[in-house]
């Protein structure tokens, strides 16, 4: 099995449950396997034939899947075919009732109207299995219920002894048994796998639908495409894909659309040069969900809340599939959530519609989620998640904003039980507003206290929060026919026992990015995963990424040539792994996980050769040997129990900590737009360490040349001029102590770090040349010590190298002014973003000259709602240069601080 696997697939190892359920198929017994998108289920079934020699019949729900996968199989030099209308090789019923095919694919429609001598003749050749694949689509409770699947028993009929097997991503119990009972299965082997997909990270955030929101999204899926990364994004109606279409055009951005109103040729078109990558975005409606099988797409944008859970779950799944980091964002409406009539009116009975709405509210809920998104989607399929925070959703990466919102809850929970409690959220809210409409009027409940005492926040905060609410059960929705209403449940009702109009227990509650939208009267758009970018080239270095990019080129060329995808003729895995090891012989090409035989004999030479071409260009050696750890596919990130880092800071840290670069590297990292600061690089690393994140404080007093002999140095000073300012500090010491090092030794101090791992100062440091590991202890001083204390640094004692082989020191002086000034360093330590201490002001005569920082500038912007130009910056933060404003622009538009539109610059 391992060697077919090997020699077909390039895979050296089954992944999890495989091996067992082709075992368990050869052994001719029915199989029903529920497995996460991407795990490995299509190899379940294509297994068999070729180890069998006989042919598996696959049941699939759309010819572009179909022949995506034929297209797929053959580049791995296994028979495969496909029978529809839309097939046009006449020999290929023929061909396949003879036997001649491995895999055999065909519509259900289709499997239904072949002959029974099609089928006697193909069980006389040879047919060892028949998969159903989506095999959800059998059940009436399932999402995409499919007639023509429920007739699929009837070959039970003209296949006798043959096994047949149920795959399909999404299943809940009912779902699994309506497949048992429909395929007619006898004592199946069940295979229940997890749906975690561990290389997805999860996000949601508010749209308010309007242009500056649609600009900020086609700006970022530019970012996307300009890395080549393919993107989908769904809409939940036509005009919405068209609009975000017209959009990318209009910014000069190649896209593809596809949408059920769309030709069938123009769809099959679009499809065609998506997966080819002849552009890298595709805007679709749902028309496209299961009929995509491109394992490379690194991100799925849903705009609007889908219309279930279920479905958000198989959409964004057909993200990532093949193991790399990817990125799944919604953006949701409100307006959203008024869809559900639509939605429902697809239902024939009463049970449907329940149905319906009950996955529609599962979706609604995972959008006003504050909680961890991995583990409500988990548990909504059943399946028990342990942690609380997975590390790798927005909600368990960003910062939460949590405040007390007693007041605010009291007064719209007290608003909903003295109206009754049997109406939508809409009346409570409005009488909160104040409205006067007719139906409040003719209620009385103007009359109420609570009328008009909650007009400052606009309606859908009150909602925002009403969500907030019911998700923590003060509050509990409940449906009559379509219709939702709210009361208090419970525990609100305890919550208003214990308040009065004057005073009210705490209750803090995060801001959802509704709510502080809505309060701050912006937009708010999505971040989008800026900071995951970069893991696509994960564990390569600069010349190593710049090898796999032409690798991607060569790969395009041989997919043109031989007319396919560039993933059927290899994985962006293996190629990774090719760019890594760069083999020279075809043994060793052949060694690479993902490498098949095929692919070996067709174009093993021609990449051999490319490879030691590129290799010789770029002054790379060939064969090398990568540790298994930059080979394997990891999880997005994790995230040590850390909510309130950023996702650039929280990369920053990853990438030095877990992923070992150095500040350079971070700060040049391939994967980014544009290059950042080593000193941003380090301040982010700092920020991480404050917030708790583990940092081999050894290895980074290393790279930033603190010695033991510094540190104490430090310590010294700081004993006689305090740490209350960097500057004094500074001052005392031998000019080349950084002011980072400095910062580091103070934060190590406050956080109780010992000095003991550090470098006793050989190499680096600015230290007297104290040959052994010794620490001069507080009492006995050394001659640098002497010399700090006294202000008369005498520089001839100091090794040459201060900075040691860190790039840091070369202009460390104006970026340490710029970043550290002569603040406070209590603010410094706390991380003074967005402070208005933090901005620093120099007196030069009368005139107060004010130096740009990343807080100063943000801060600063804060009091301009229509943005401010590049000019007036420059004239505002006079004690800066140009060129440092304009970096400190790009970082923090890169960062998704700040954004730019006709060069004015506004706060996000
Ligand atoms: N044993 C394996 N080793 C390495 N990669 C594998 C292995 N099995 C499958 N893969 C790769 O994983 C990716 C997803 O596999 P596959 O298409 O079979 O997933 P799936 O479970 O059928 O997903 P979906 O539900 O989306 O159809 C493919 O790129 C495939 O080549």
């Given amino acids: 099995m391992e060697s077919t696997l090997k020699e077909y697939f390039g895979f050296s190892k089954f992944r999890p449950y495989q091996k067992e359920i082709v075992e368990k198929i050869l052994d001719g017994k029915d199989s029903l396997v529920v497995m996460a998108t991407g795990s490995g289920k299509s190899l379940c079934y294509q297994v068999p034939p070729l180890i069998a020699k006989k042919t598996t019949v696959v049941i699939s729900p759309l010819i572009s899947l179909m022949q995506d996968q034929v297209m797929a199989l053959k580049q791995r030099g296994i028979r495969a075919e496909y029978l529809s209308s839309a097939q046009t090789n006449r020999s290929a019923h023929g061909n396949a009732e003879s036997g001649q095919y491995d895999v055999l694919y065909m519509t259900p429609e289709k499997a239904c109207v072949l002959t029974t001598s099609f089928w006697s003749r193909l069980l006389i050749s040879g047919i060892c299995l028949l998969a159903v694949d989506e095999a959800h689509c059998i059940s009436e409770w399932g999402h995409d219920f499919r007639v023509e699947y429920k007739q699929l028993g009837r070959l039970r009929d003209v296949l006798p002894n043959v096994p047949f097997v149920g795959l399909t991503a999404t299943a809940t119990e009912k779902v699994r048994s309506d497949i048992i009972s429909s ?109 995509i099988d491109k394992p490379n797409i690194r991100h799925v944008i849903h705009y609007g809340c889908p219309k279930s859970l279920e479905s958000y779950y198989q959409e964004s799944g057909r993200c990532g599939r093949d193991g790399i980091p990817s990125t799944c964002w919604l953006y949701y409406a409100r307006s959203d959530f008024a869809k559900a009539d639509f939605y429902c009116s697809e239902a024939r009975t009463a049970e449907q519609r329940k149905a319906i709405m009950e996955s529609f509210m599962a979706a609604q809920r995972y959008c006003m989620l504050t909680t961890c998104r991995r583990k409500y989607l988990l548990e909504y399929f059943g399946e028990k998640y342990g942690s609380v925070n997975c590390g790798t959703c927005d909600n368990c990466t960003n910062s939460k904003n949590e405040s007390d919102m007693s007041r605010e809850a009291f007064l719209l929970m007290a608003c909903i039980k003295s109206c009754g409690g049997h109406w939508g959220l809409n009346l409570p809210v409005d009488v909160l507003r104040g409205s006067r409409s007719k139906k409040i009027l003719d209620a009385q409940f103007d009359k109420l206290p609570f009328h008009g005492l909650g007009k400052e926040m606009p309606a859908n905060w009150w909602k925002a929060l009403a969500d907030q609410l019911i998700s923590r059960d003060y509050l509990v929705e409940t449906f009559r026919d379509m219709y939702k209403t709210v009361r208090v449940g419970p525990k609100g009702v305890d919550f208003l026992n214990s308040c009065s109009p004057d005073h009210q227990p705490p209750l803090y509650l995060p801001s959802t990015s509704e709510m502080v939208g809505d309060k701050k009267g912006t937009d708010v758009v999505g971040d989008a995963g800026d900071g995951f970018a970069p893991l696509k080239f994960e564990g390569l270095s600069q010349a190593e990424a710049q090898f796999y990019k032409m690798l991607v080129e060569e790969r395009m060329k041989i997919a043109k040539k031989t007319g396919t995808a560039p993933y059927a003729v290899c994985g962006d895995q293996t190629l990774r792994r090719i760019a890594l090891t760069r083999p020279s012989t075809r043994a060793r090409l052949a060694n690479i996980d993902g490498v098949n035989q095929h692919f070996l004999n067709t174009h093993g030479d021609c990449l051999l050769q490319s490879i030691q071409h590129l290799s010789k260009e770029m002054n790379l050696a060939l064969d090398g040997e990568p540790n298994t750890e930059t080979l394997t596919p990891r999880k997005v990130i994790t995230v040590p129990n850390n909510k309130r880092l950023l996702p650039a800071k929280f990369e920053a840290w990853k990438m030095w900590q877990e992923d070992g670069l150095t500040v350079h590297k971070i700060a040049n990292f391939p994967g980014r737009a544009a290059p950042i600061k080593e000193n941003t690089v380090i301040e982010y690393i700092l920020e991480a360490a404050r917030e708790g994140c583990a940092i081999d404080w050894t290895r980074f007093c290393e790279e930033i040349g603190l010695t033991q002999q510094i540190f104490t140095n430090v310590q010294h000073v700081v004993l006689k001029v305090g740490k209350e300012k960097l500057k004094p500090i500074k001052t005392e010491l031998p000019e080349e102590v950084t002011y980072t090092q400095i910062k580091v030794c103070l934060l190590m101090q406050e956080m109780g770090t010992s000095a003991e791992g550090i470098s006793s100062g050989h190499h680096h440091g600015c230290g007297v040349d104290r040959s052994s590991n010794e620490v001069p202890k507080l009492s006995e001083g050394s001659d640098l010590l002497c010399h700090a204390v006294e202000g008369r640094p005498n520089r001839e004692s100091l090794v040459d190298n201060v900075n040691g082989g860190s790039s840091l020191g070369k202009s460390e002086d104006a970026v340490s002014d710029l970043l550290f000034g002569s603040e406070n360093t209590e603010q410094l330590l706390s991380g003074a973003d967005g402070s208005p201490n933090s901005r620093k002001r120099q007196k030069v005569g009368q005139i107060a000259v004010v130096e740009a920082t990343e807080s100063s500038i943000l801060h600063w912007l804060e009091n301009f709602d229509d943005g401010v130009s590049l000019s007036d910056l420059l004239e505002h933060f006079s004690g800066s240069k140009e060129e440092a404003i304009v970096d400190l622009l790009n970082n923090l538009e890169g960062e998704f601080s700040i954004f730019r539109k006709n060069d004015v610059y506004k706060l996000m």
């Fill in 183 to 291: 395929l007619k299965m006898k004592n199946p082997h069940v295979t229940i796998g997890s749906f975690d997909r561990e290389n997805l990270f999860y996000g949601v955030k508010y749209s308010d639908r309007s242009s500056a929101f649609m600009d900020e999204l086609v700006k970022e899926i530019s970012k996307y495409t300009n890395s080549r990364s393919s993107t989908i994004v769904y809409c939940t109606t036509v005009k919405d894909a068209e609009q975000i279409f017209k959009s990318l055009n209009e910014e000069g951005i190649e896209a593809g659309i596809y949408h059920g109103q769309m030709s069938n040729k123009a769809r099959e078109e679009s499809h065609r040069a998506f997966i080819r990558d002849e552009f890298y975005v595709m805007v679709a409606t749902i028309a496209f969900g299961m009929g």
